[in-house]
């Protein structure tokens, strides 16, 4: 019988986990810097133009992200 391929493809729900996990850490990461840097305006631009490429990407996939 023939082995499985290490890299088999993954299910669309496994990616939008995935997706979603390292946006929540990012987002983390992110409001740690926001209080280290007591709320910084180039940080919060940032941060803003993040959080409207993630709305339109979740528009975009039908929530899937």
Do not use: C, F, W
């Not at 910084?40 to 133009?49: G, R, T």
């Amino acid at each position: 019988m023939p082995s499985q391929p290490e890299n088999k493809p993954q299910a669309p729900e496994l990616h939008a986990a995935a997706a979603a996990q390292h946006v929540a850490e990012a987002h983390q990461l992110l409001n740690n810097l926001r209080q280290r840097l007591d709320r910084h305006p180039e940080l919060e631009e940032a941060i803003l133009k993040l959080e409207m490429a993630l709305h339109a990407l979740t528009v975009k996939t039908g929530g899937m992200l």
